[in-house]
């Protein structure tokens, strides 16, 4: 099955970062295929998408920005961080810093990036301008504060297109993703586009430096091949259960995770984790399946646009 570009244009979304009043700009794609087994739910055709997911050739990536064309984790490591130099000191701390602040890098740049020369200011600076924070106040006998994004760019993932997936994306535009949902938050216009010339060659090639482009964590059998090598972050992810079947809302048990953007020698299939508290009536799963970008080949690759 073949790879497609799920665009998304939202407006205004809520995606928690641990507070209420806090958002970010991305998300991971545990929370995307949570919303889309709550929308198979609502679509009579749960049982139907978990045995598609389930199968070793479903993908689905984290959320990254799409600004005229796709961007990408940036790459752990990569480009490596000046030494101390007195002689560039001030120099080299103004490219570290801006490499700091850099999340996600265009195709297009990808090579330029990897191979340290990209222009890192002018990436840092772009990106500060991709959406926009706010704290939406809300008065009353209930008074709460929450954290807004407004997005001047639209995000996007990378996922197997099947009609099934397809179908969900298109229903979830309408029903929204993220927190605060009632409030009108997080519903989007979708938008199906093909993958830039060369692209599907790179996911989940061979070679012996794989981008990581899920948060995602390998089967136990996995993990001590996929950390030789590797360069990678951890991640805790956490919440609360939410079932109309059960009696309260139960807080899940924590994964710690890959982030994506980590840099790999082994690839590593993942998994479909069953995060349900202690006793739950049903299983809450935890995306955490491995897709991979061939770094070496985005390295040889300099022509590789979109």
Not at 50 to 57: G, R, V, W
Not at 135 to 142: L, M, P
Not at 169 to 178: A, D, F, N
Request: hydrophobic share 35%; proline share 4%.
């Amino acid at each position: 099955m073949a790879f497609k570009i799920y665009k998304m244009s939202f407006h205004r979304a809520h995606f928690g970062k641990g507070y209420l009043n806090s958002s970010g700009m991305l998300f991971d794609a545990s929370r995307l295929y949570s919303a889309l087994c709550l929308e198979a739910i609502k679509n009579y055709c749960l049982d139907e998408f978990i045995n598609l997911s389930f199968k070793d050739d479903f993908y689905l990536s984290d959320a990254f920005p799409y600004v005229g064309e796709p961007y990408f984790p940036k790459p752990i490591c990569y480009p490596s961080l000046k030494k101390f130099d007195l002689r560039t000191l001030k120099e080299d701390n103004d490219t570290n810093k801006f490499l700091n602040m850099i999340t996600a890098v265009p195709l297009s740049m990808l090579s330029d990036f990897i191979n340290g020369k990209a222009d890192s200011r002018r990436l840092a600076e772009d990106e500060q301008n991709f959406f926009k924070n706010s704290i939406v106040v809300r008065k009353g006998e209930d008074p709460y504060e929450v954290g807004v994004t407004s997005f001047n760019q639209d995000v996007y993932v990378l996922a197997t297109q099947s009609d099934l997936f397809d179908e969900l994306m298109t229903s979830i535009q309408y029903s929204g993703l993220g927190g605060k949902r009632s409030s009108g938050y997080g519903t989007f216009e979708l938008e199906i586009v093909d993958l830039p010339e060369g692209l599907e060659g790179l996911l989940n090639n061979g070679g012996n430096e794989q981008l990581l482009l899920t948060t995602s964590l390998p089967e136990d059998t996995e993990l001590v091949h996929a950390m030789t090598g590797a360069r990678y972050q951890l991640v805790r992810r956490s919440g609360f259960a939410y079932s109309e079947t059960a009696s309260q809302i139960l807080r899940k048990q924590d994964l710690y995770k890959f982030k994506a953007g980590s840099v790999l020698v082994n690839k590593f299939k993942g998994q479909i984790a069953d995060v349900r508290p202690y006793d739950y009536p049903h299983p809450v799963y935890n995306f955490s399946k491995g897709l991979f970008l061939d770094l070496k080949g985005v390295r040889d690759n300099e022509k590789l646009s979109y």
